[in-house]
Protein backbone atom coordinates (compact mmCIF):
# COMPACT_ATOMS: atom_id res chain seq x y z
CA UNK A 1 0.00 0.00 0.00
CA UNK A 2 2.98 2.49 0.79
CA UNK A 3 4.57 1.46 -2.41
CA UNK A 4 1.55 2.24 -3.95
CA UNK A 5 1.06 5.77 -2.65
CA UNK A 6 4.60 6.72 -3.42
CA UNK A 7 4.68 5.75 -6.64
CA UNK A 8 1.36 7.52 -7.83
CA UNK A 9 3.30 10.80 -5.48
CA UNK A 10 6.03 10.09 -7.98
CA UNK A 11 4.10 9.91 -11.13
CA UNK A 12 2.45 12.95 -10.46
CA UNK A 13 5.54 15.08 -8.91
CA UNK A 14 7.31 13.92 -12.83
CA UNK A 15 3.95 15.21 -14.79
CA UNK A 16 4.03 18.56 -12.35
CA UNK A 17 8.02 19.13 -13.14
CA UNK A 18 7.46 18.20 -17.13
CA UNK A 19 4.30 20.92 -17.23
CA UNK A 20 6.94 23.32 -15.50
CA UNK A 21 9.54 23.32 -17.75
CA UNK A 22 7.41 22.96 -20.60
CA UNK A 23 5.60 25.94 -20.35
CA UNK A 24 8.87 27.61 -19.08
CA UNK A 25 10.73 26.52 -22.47
CA UNK A 26 7.41 27.36 -24.52
CA UNK A 27 7.75 31.32 -24.47
CA UNK A 28 11.40 31.06 -25.30
CA UNK A 29 10.92 28.76 -28.48
CA UNK A 30 8.25 30.80 -29.54
CA UNK A 31 11.12 34.02 -29.31
CA UNK A 32 14.10 32.26 -30.87
CA UNK A 33 12.26 31.09 -34.22
CA UNK A 34 10.42 34.51 -34.21
CA UNK A 35 13.46 37.02 -33.51
CA UNK A 36 17.19 35.06 -33.52
CA UNK A 37 19.11 35.59 -36.50
CA UNK A 38 21.41 33.77 -38.59
CA UNK A 39 24.80 33.58 -36.64
CA UNK A 40 26.58 35.32 -38.91
CA UNK A 41 23.38 38.40 -38.88
CA UNK A 42 23.85 37.69 -35.26
CA UNK A 43 27.43 39.16 -35.59
CA UNK A 44 27.31 41.60 -37.61
CA UNK A 45 24.31 43.13 -35.04
CA UNK A 46 26.76 42.70 -32.23
CA UNK A 47 29.65 44.53 -34.62
CA UNK A 48 27.03 47.15 -34.83
CA UNK A 49 26.17 46.89 -31.11
CA UNK A 50 29.48 47.48 -29.68
CA UNK A 51 30.71 50.21 -32.16
CA UNK A 52 27.27 51.93 -30.38
CA UNK A 53 27.85 50.89 -26.91
CA UNK A 54 31.83 52.20 -27.62
CA UNK A 55 30.60 55.32 -28.75
CA UNK A 56 28.13 56.34 -25.77
CA UNK A 57 30.34 54.95 -22.93
CA UNK A 58 33.51 55.64 -23.43
CA UNK A 59 36.01 58.71 -25.83
CA UNK A 60 36.79 56.92 -28.39
CA UNK A 61 36.25 58.49 -31.55
CA UNK A 62 34.57 57.27 -35.11
CA UNK A 63 37.81 56.69 -36.97
CA UNK A 64 39.60 55.72 -33.39
CA UNK A 65 36.97 52.74 -33.38
CA UNK A 66 37.29 51.41 -37.37
CA UNK A 67 40.86 51.35 -36.91
CA UNK A 68 40.51 49.28 -33.54
CA UNK A 69 38.01 47.46 -35.51
CA UNK A 70 40.05 46.48 -38.16
CA UNK A 71 43.72 45.67 -36.60
CA UNK A 72 41.84 43.44 -34.54
CA UNK A 73 39.98 41.11 -37.01
CA UNK A 74 43.66 39.27 -37.73
CA UNK A 75 45.11 39.17 -33.87
CA UNK A 76 43.25 35.86 -33.73
CA UNK A 77 44.79 34.22 -36.76
CA UNK A 78 46.62 31.88 -35.04
CA UNK A 79 44.11 30.89 -32.87
CA UNK A 80 41.81 30.27 -35.71
CA UNK A 81 44.14 27.81 -36.73
CA UNK A 82 44.50 25.84 -33.36
CA UNK A 83 40.38 26.20 -33.29
CA UNK A 84 40.15 24.47 -36.84
CA UNK A 85 42.33 21.98 -35.59
CA UNK A 86 40.55 21.36 -32.47
CA UNK A 87 37.53 20.75 -34.78
CA UNK A 88 38.77 18.54 -37.53
CA UNK A 89 40.78 16.53 -35.08
CA UNK A 90 37.95 15.86 -32.93
CA UNK A 91 35.28 15.03 -35.92
CA UNK A 92 37.95 13.12 -37.50
CA UNK A 93 38.34 11.11 -34.45
CA UNK A 94 34.33 10.55 -34.00
CA UNK A 95 34.15 9.15 -36.84
CA UNK A 96 36.81 6.87 -36.77
CA UNK A 97 35.31 3.06 -36.95
CA UNK A 98 35.91 2.04 -33.36
CA UNK A 99 34.24 5.40 -32.31
CA UNK A 100 31.61 4.98 -34.72
CA UNK A 101 31.04 1.30 -33.21
CA UNK A 102 30.86 2.75 -29.61
CA UNK A 103 29.00 5.21 -30.20
CA UNK A 104 26.06 3.24 -32.06
CA UNK A 105 25.80 0.86 -29.47
CA UNK A 106 25.32 3.53 -26.97
CA UNK A 107 22.50 4.63 -29.21
CA UNK A 108 20.36 1.98 -29.37
CA UNK A 109 20.47 1.91 -24.63
CA UNK A 110 17.39 4.08 -24.36
CA UNK A 111 13.67 2.36 -24.15
CA UNK A 112 11.82 5.51 -24.06
CA UNK A 113 12.22 9.52 -24.65
CA UNK A 114 13.45 10.37 -21.04
CA UNK A 115 16.22 7.65 -21.55
CA UNK A 116 17.15 9.24 -24.80
CA UNK A 117 17.43 13.00 -23.50
CA UNK A 118 19.46 11.56 -20.72
CA UNK A 119 21.77 10.00 -22.74
CA UNK A 120 22.51 12.27 -25.19
CA UNK A 121 23.38 15.22 -22.40
CA UNK A 122 25.49 12.37 -20.13
CA UNK A 123 27.40 11.44 -23.38
CA UNK A 124 27.89 14.96 -24.51
CA UNK A 125 28.70 16.38 -21.31
CA UNK A 126 31.63 13.84 -20.51
CA UNK A 127 32.95 14.41 -23.88
CA UNK A 128 32.72 18.24 -23.43
CA UNK A 129 34.72 17.60 -20.00
CA UNK A 130 37.41 15.88 -22.60
CA UNK A 131 37.69 18.99 -25.19
CA UNK A 132 34.97 21.51 -26.13
CA UNK A 133 35.22 20.21 -29.64
CA UNK A 134 35.04 16.44 -28.79
CA UNK A 135 31.57 17.72 -26.86
CA UNK A 136 29.98 19.42 -30.23
CA UNK A 137 31.34 16.99 -32.21
CA UNK A 138 29.95 13.91 -30.41
CA UNK A 139 27.49 15.38 -29.12
CA UNK A 140 25.81 15.91 -32.89
CA UNK A 141 26.56 12.17 -33.46
CA UNK A 142 24.77 10.91 -30.42
CA UNK A 143 21.98 13.39 -30.96
CA UNK A 144 21.55 11.98 -34.66
CA UNK A 145 22.13 8.14 -34.11
CA UNK A 146 19.85 8.42 -30.92
CA UNK A 147 17.08 9.74 -33.01
CA UNK A 148 17.34 6.88 -35.91
CA UNK A 149 17.28 4.45 -33.02
CA UNK A 150 13.85 5.83 -31.69
CA UNK A 151 12.11 5.78 -34.76
CA UNK A 152 13.27 2.17 -35.47
CA UNK A 153 12.46 1.27 -32.03
CA UNK A 154 9.06 3.78 -32.67
CA UNK A 155 9.97 5.91 -29.45
CA UNK A 156 8.58 9.72 -29.87
CA UNK A 157 11.72 11.72 -28.97
CA UNK A 158 11.90 15.69 -30.51
CA UNK A 159 14.70 16.05 -32.49
CA UNK A 160 15.41 19.60 -31.71
CA UNK A 161 15.34 18.74 -28.18
CA UNK A 162 18.03 16.02 -28.78
CA UNK A 163 19.78 18.15 -30.13
CA UNK A 164 19.83 20.86 -27.79
CA UNK A 165 20.70 17.94 -25.38
CA UNK A 166 23.52 17.49 -27.18
CA UNK A 167 24.25 21.28 -27.38
CA UNK A 168 23.55 21.91 -23.04
CA UNK A 169 26.45 19.25 -22.65
CA UNK A 170 28.34 21.93 -24.28
CA UNK A 171 27.84 24.56 -21.16
CA UNK A 172 30.44 22.29 -18.85
CA UNK A 173 33.27 22.41 -21.50
CA UNK A 174 35.62 25.24 -18.95
CA UNK A 175 35.68 22.86 -16.33
CA UNK A 176 37.41 20.33 -18.21
CA UNK A 177 40.60 19.22 -20.03
CA UNK A 178 40.60 21.87 -22.51
CA UNK A 179 39.63 24.85 -20.04
CA UNK A 180 41.36 27.48 -22.10
CA UNK A 181 41.23 30.42 -18.88
CA UNK A 182 42.36 27.61 -16.69
CA UNK A 183 45.21 25.83 -19.30
CA UNK A 184 46.80 29.82 -20.03
CA UNK A 185 47.30 30.58 -16.34
CA UNK A 186 49.32 27.10 -15.87
CA UNK A 187 51.24 28.40 -18.90
CA UNK A 188 54.80 29.65 -17.57
CA UNK A 189 55.52 33.29 -18.92
CA UNK A 190 51.58 34.02 -19.18
CA UNK A 191 51.27 37.97 -19.11
CA UNK A 192 49.61 37.63 -15.44
CA UNK A 193 52.52 35.51 -13.65
CA UNK A 194 53.76 38.24 -11.78
CA UNK A 195 50.21 38.99 -10.26
CA UNK A 196 49.44 35.32 -9.74
CA UNK A 197 52.14 33.32 -10.33
CA UNK A 198 51.08 29.68 -12.11
CA UNK A 199 48.33 27.72 -11.38
CA UNK A 200 48.24 24.25 -11.52
CA UNK A 201 45.37 22.52 -12.79
CA UNK A 202 44.90 20.87 -9.51
CA UNK A 203 44.24 24.01 -8.29
CA UNK A 204 41.40 24.89 -11.02
CA UNK A 205 39.90 22.43 -13.18
CA UNK A 206 41.04 19.60 -11.20
CA UNK A 207 40.15 20.90 -7.94
CA UNK A 208 37.23 19.02 -5.65
CA UNK A 209 35.12 22.03 -5.95
CA UNK A 210 34.83 22.63 -9.56
CA UNK A 211 34.74 18.68 -9.86
CA UNK A 212 31.59 18.51 -7.72
CA UNK A 213 30.11 21.77 -9.58
CA UNK A 214 30.58 19.58 -12.68
CA UNK A 215 29.12 16.71 -11.64
CA UNK A 216 25.75 18.50 -10.03
CA UNK A 217 25.10 20.59 -13.10
CA UNK A 218 25.69 17.62 -15.43
CA UNK A 219 23.02 15.69 -13.24
CA UNK A 220 20.61 18.47 -13.28
CA UNK A 221 20.85 19.03 -16.99
CA UNK A 222 20.30 15.32 -17.45
CA UNK A 223 17.26 15.54 -15.65
CA UNK A 224 15.99 18.89 -17.04
CA UNK A 225 16.28 18.06 -20.96
CA UNK A 226 14.12 15.41 -20.43
CA UNK A 227 11.43 17.75 -18.94
CA UNK A 228 10.55 19.50 -21.93
CA UNK A 229 9.91 16.92 -23.84
CA UNK A 230 7.20 18.63 -26.41
CA UNK A 231 3.12 17.31 -26.29
CA UNK A 232 3.07 14.80 -29.09
CA UNK A 233 1.40 16.88 -31.40
CA UNK A 234 4.51 19.53 -31.46
CA UNK A 235 6.89 16.46 -31.90
CA UNK A 236 9.65 16.13 -35.02
CA UNK A 237 11.14 12.93 -34.98
CA UNK A 238 14.13 12.13 -37.21
CA UNK A 239 13.43 9.15 -40.07
CA UNK A 240 15.72 6.07 -39.87
CA UNK A 241 16.45 6.83 -43.30
CA UNK A 242 17.16 10.61 -43.31
CA UNK A 243 21.03 9.87 -42.07
CA UNK A 244 22.83 7.41 -44.29
CA UNK A 245 25.90 5.80 -43.06
CA UNK A 246 28.86 7.66 -44.68
CA UNK A 247 29.90 5.80 -48.14
CA UNK A 248 33.67 4.82 -49.09
CA UNK A 249 34.69 7.01 -51.47
CA UNK A 250 34.07 6.16 -54.87
CA UNK A 251 36.57 4.30 -57.13
CA UNK A 252 37.78 6.20 -59.80
CA UNK A 253 39.76 4.50 -62.89
CA UNK A 254 43.69 5.52 -60.63
CA UNK A 255 42.11 3.89 -57.87
CA UNK A 256 41.26 0.73 -59.68
CA UNK A 257 45.18 0.19 -60.52
CA UNK A 258 47.39 -1.61 -58.07
CA UNK A 259 49.98 1.45 -58.27
CA UNK A 260 52.70 1.89 -55.66
CA UNK A 261 51.22 5.14 -55.00
CA UNK A 262 48.11 4.11 -54.44
CA UNK A 263 49.58 1.04 -52.24
CA UNK A 264 50.70 3.88 -49.42
CA UNK A 265 48.02 5.65 -50.05
CA UNK A 266 46.15 2.48 -48.65
CA UNK A 267 48.71 1.31 -46.38
CA UNK A 268 47.82 1.14 -42.32
CA UNK A 269 51.62 1.71 -41.26
CA UNK A 270 51.83 4.75 -42.20
CA UNK A 271 48.93 6.45 -40.06
CA UNK A 272 49.79 4.22 -37.79
CA UNK A 273 53.60 5.20 -37.26
CA UNK A 274 52.87 8.96 -37.33
CA UNK A 275 50.36 8.20 -34.66
CA UNK A 276 52.71 6.46 -32.41
CA UNK A 277 55.65 9.13 -33.09
CA UNK A 278 52.94 11.96 -32.04
CA UNK A 279 52.11 9.73 -28.86
CA UNK A 280 55.55 9.62 -27.90
CA UNK A 281 55.58 12.87 -28.20
CA UNK A 282 52.87 13.42 -26.00
CA UNK A 283 53.93 10.86 -23.58
CA UNK A 284 57.29 12.36 -22.71
CA UNK A 285 55.58 16.00 -22.60
CA UNK A 286 53.15 14.43 -19.74
CA UNK A 287 56.52 12.65 -18.06
CA UNK A 288 58.74 15.46 -18.19
CA UNK A 289 56.08 18.60 -17.03
CA UNK A 290 53.32 16.70 -15.54
CA UNK A 291 49.45 17.30 -15.82
CA UNK A 292 50.75 20.35 -18.19
CA UNK A 293 48.02 21.48 -21.02
CA UNK A 294 47.74 23.41 -23.51
CA UNK A 295 45.46 23.82 -26.63
CA UNK A 296 48.16 22.08 -28.85
CA UNK A 297 48.58 19.32 -26.79
CA UNK A 298 44.74 18.71 -26.69
CA UNK A 299 45.19 19.30 -30.58
CA UNK A 300 48.43 16.58 -30.59
CA UNK A 301 46.42 14.05 -28.93
CA UNK A 302 43.28 13.65 -30.81
CA UNK A 303 45.30 13.88 -34.01
CA UNK A 304 47.45 11.15 -32.31
CA UNK A 305 44.35 9.04 -31.81
CA UNK A 306 42.70 9.70 -34.70
CA UNK A 307 45.54 8.53 -36.69
CA UNK A 308 46.15 5.67 -34.39
CA UNK A 309 42.10 4.53 -34.82
CA UNK A 310 42.07 5.17 -38.91
CA UNK A 311 42.21 2.46 -41.32
CA UNK A 312 44.61 4.01 -43.74
CA UNK A 313 45.89 7.55 -44.94
CA UNK A 314 42.76 7.62 -47.61
CA UNK A 315 40.84 7.02 -45.04
CA UNK A 316 41.78 9.57 -42.67
CA UNK A 317 41.71 11.86 -45.71
CA UNK A 318 38.54 11.25 -46.27
CA UNK A 319 37.60 11.79 -42.39
CA UNK A 320 39.24 15.30 -42.89
CA UNK A 321 37.55 16.38 -45.81
CA UNK A 322 34.00 15.68 -43.95
CA UNK A 323 34.92 17.31 -41.26
CA UNK A 324 35.97 20.54 -43.31
CA UNK A 325 31.89 21.76 -43.06
CA UNK A 326 31.99 21.84 -39.41
CA UNK A 327 34.91 25.04 -39.78
CA UNK A 328 33.80 27.03 -42.75
CA UNK A 329 31.06 29.51 -40.98
CA UNK A 330 33.50 29.50 -38.13
CA UNK A 331 36.72 30.64 -40.08
CA UNK A 332 34.30 33.34 -41.54
CA UNK A 333 32.85 34.41 -38.45
CA UNK A 334 36.17 34.14 -36.42
CA UNK A 335 37.53 37.56 -37.75
CA UNK A 336 34.50 39.65 -36.98
CA UNK A 337 34.24 38.46 -33.18
CA UNK A 338 38.22 39.30 -33.34
CA UNK A 339 37.41 42.80 -34.17
CA UNK A 340 34.20 42.73 -31.55
CA UNK A 341 37.64 41.88 -29.06
CA UNK A 342 39.61 45.11 -30.99
CA UNK A 343 36.92 47.71 -29.92
CA UNK A 344 36.47 46.49 -27.03
CA UNK A 345 40.03 46.08 -25.94
CA UNK A 346 41.00 49.51 -27.45
CA UNK A 347 38.22 51.73 -26.41
CA UNK A 348 38.71 50.55 -22.70
CA UNK A 349 34.91 49.01 -22.91
CA UNK A 350 35.65 45.62 -21.43
CA UNK A 351 37.88 47.17 -18.85
CA UNK A 352 34.65 49.94 -18.24
CA UNK A 353 32.21 46.65 -18.05
CA UNK A 354 34.72 44.96 -16.01
CA UNK A 355 35.44 47.68 -13.60
CA UNK A 356 32.06 48.14 -12.89
CA UNK A 357 31.47 44.49 -11.19
CA UNK A 358 35.05 45.48 -9.47
CA UNK A 359 34.07 48.16 -7.90
CA UNK A 360 30.73 46.71 -6.49
CA UNK A 361 32.53 43.50 -5.26
CA UNK A 362 33.58 42.32 -2.05
CA UNK A 363 35.57 39.04 -0.97
CA UNK A 364 32.78 36.77 -0.99
CA UNK A 365 30.86 37.98 -4.08
CA UNK A 366 33.99 39.24 -6.20
CA UNK A 367 33.90 35.17 -7.99
CA UNK A 368 30.27 35.90 -8.56
CA UNK A 369 31.15 39.01 -10.42
CA UNK A 370 33.69 37.63 -12.27
CA UNK A 371 30.80 35.15 -13.88
CA UNK A 372 28.44 37.72 -14.10
CA UNK A 373 30.94 39.70 -16.06
CA UNK A 374 32.17 36.59 -18.47
CA UNK A 375 29.18 35.43 -19.48
CA UNK A 376 28.42 39.33 -20.28
CA UNK A 377 31.64 39.80 -22.21
CA UNK A 378 30.67 35.95 -23.83
CA UNK A 379 28.63 37.18 -25.72
CA UNK A 380 30.47 39.49 -27.94
CA UNK A 381 33.61 37.41 -27.41
CA UNK A 382 32.89 33.91 -27.34
CA UNK A 383 36.71 32.63 -26.82
CA UNK A 384 37.78 31.91 -23.46
CA UNK A 385 41.31 32.59 -24.20
CA UNK A 386 40.34 36.03 -25.73
CA UNK A 387 38.17 37.38 -23.38
CA UNK A 388 40.43 36.33 -20.24
CA UNK A 389 43.46 38.47 -21.88
CA UNK A 390 40.89 41.70 -21.32
CA UNK A 391 39.28 40.56 -18.25
CA UNK A 392 41.85 38.35 -16.64
CA UNK A 393 43.86 41.16 -15.35
CA UNK A 394 41.07 43.59 -13.76
CA UNK A 395 39.94 40.97 -11.73
CA UNK A 396 42.92 39.36 -10.18
CA UNK A 397 44.13 42.45 -9.38
CA UNK A 398 40.60 43.15 -7.71
CA UNK A 399 41.19 39.65 -5.62
CA UNK A 400 44.98 40.62 -4.73
CA UNK A 401 43.69 43.65 -3.10
CA UNK A 402 40.33 41.78 -2.00
CA UNK A 403 42.46 39.31 -0.63
CA UNK A 404 40.55 36.35 -2.99
CA UNK A 405 41.65 33.48 -4.24
CA UNK A 406 42.90 33.76 -7.82
CA UNK A 407 41.95 30.29 -8.46
CA UNK A 408 38.12 30.88 -7.88
CA UNK A 409 38.26 34.14 -10.38
CA UNK A 410 39.76 31.75 -12.64
CA UNK A 411 36.84 29.33 -12.64
CA UNK A 412 34.46 32.43 -12.16
CA UNK A 413 35.04 34.05 -15.50
CA UNK A 414 35.54 30.40 -17.03
CA UNK A 415 32.04 29.54 -15.74
CA UNK A 416 30.62 32.80 -17.07
CA UNK A 417 31.92 32.41 -20.60
CA UNK A 418 30.37 28.55 -20.68
CA UNK A 419 27.05 30.04 -19.16
CA UNK A 420 26.34 32.23 -21.81
CA UNK A 421 26.92 29.71 -24.70
CA UNK A 422 23.71 28.48 -24.33
CA UNK A 423 22.23 32.05 -25.77
CA UNK A 424 25.30 32.60 -28.10
CA UNK A 425 25.32 31.26 -31.14
CA UNK A 426 28.55 30.97 -32.63
CA UNK A 427 29.20 27.27 -31.23
CA UNK A 428 26.43 25.97 -32.55
CA UNK A 429 27.59 25.64 -36.27
CA UNK A 430 29.93 22.73 -35.99
CA UNK A 431 27.10 20.75 -33.82
CA UNK A 432 24.25 21.79 -36.26
CA UNK A 433 26.53 21.27 -39.27
CA UNK A 434 26.13 17.01 -38.22
CA UNK A 435 23.30 17.25 -36.54
CA UNK A 436 21.28 18.42 -40.15
CA UNK A 437 19.12 21.21 -38.30
CA UNK A 438 18.49 25.01 -37.62
CA UNK A 439 19.76 26.94 -34.67
CA UNK A 440 16.55 28.33 -34.25
CA UNK A 441 15.09 25.07 -33.70
CA UNK A 442 17.02 24.16 -30.74
CA UNK A 443 18.16 28.08 -28.52
CA UNK A 444 14.80 28.41 -26.70
CA UNK A 445 15.38 24.88 -24.88
CA UNK A 446 19.18 26.10 -24.32
CA UNK A 447 17.51 29.37 -22.60
CA UNK A 448 16.07 26.86 -19.77
CA UNK A 449 19.37 25.49 -19.28
CA UNK A 450 21.03 28.95 -19.34
CA UNK A 451 18.43 29.68 -15.95
CA UNK A 452 19.25 26.25 -14.20
CA UNK A 453 22.95 26.73 -14.78
CA UNK A 454 23.06 30.26 -13.28
CA UNK A 455 21.72 29.08 -10.14
CA UNK A 456 24.00 26.04 -9.98
CA UNK A 457 26.90 28.25 -10.57
CA UNK A 458 26.32 31.72 -9.66
CA UNK A 459 25.36 30.05 -6.69
CA UNK A 460 28.09 28.01 -6.07
CA UNK A 461 30.65 30.70 -6.10
CA UNK A 462 28.37 32.75 -4.01
CA UNK A 463 29.14 29.84 -1.82
CA UNK A 464 32.78 29.43 -1.79
CA UNK A 465 32.93 33.24 -1.36
CA UNK A 466 36.38 33.80 -1.51
CA UNK A 467 37.87 30.52 -2.10
CA UNK A 468 40.20 29.89 1.00
Known amino acids: ????????????????????????????????ERFYPNPFVFVILLTLLTFLLAFMLTDISAIEAIEAWGSGMPKLLAFMAQLSITLIAAHTLAHTDLAQNVLSKLAKLPHNHFQAYFLVVLIAGIASLIAWSLGLVVGAIMARQVGVEADKKGIKVHYPLLVASAYSGFVLWHMGYSSSSALFVATPG??????????????????????????????????????????????????????????????????????????LDRSRWITLTLGILLSLFIFKWFYERGLDLNLNIVNWTFLAMGLLLTRHVDHYIELVQNASKTVGEILLQYPFYAGILGIMGGSGLVELLSNWFVTNASPDNLSFFAFLSGGLVNMFIPSGGGQWVIQGPIFINAANELGVNPAVIVMGISYGDQWTNM????????????????????????????????????????LMGDGY
Open 1 to 32: MELCILDSLFINIRFLMLRIFQSLARPFIIFV
Open 190 to 263: HILEAEMGILSVKETIFSTFNIIIALIALMAICLVCPLMHPKEDEIIHVKASTFLASSEKKNDEFDNKNTFGKH
Open 423 to 462: IQPFFTIPLLAIAGLDMRKIMGYTFVILIVTLFIFGGSLL
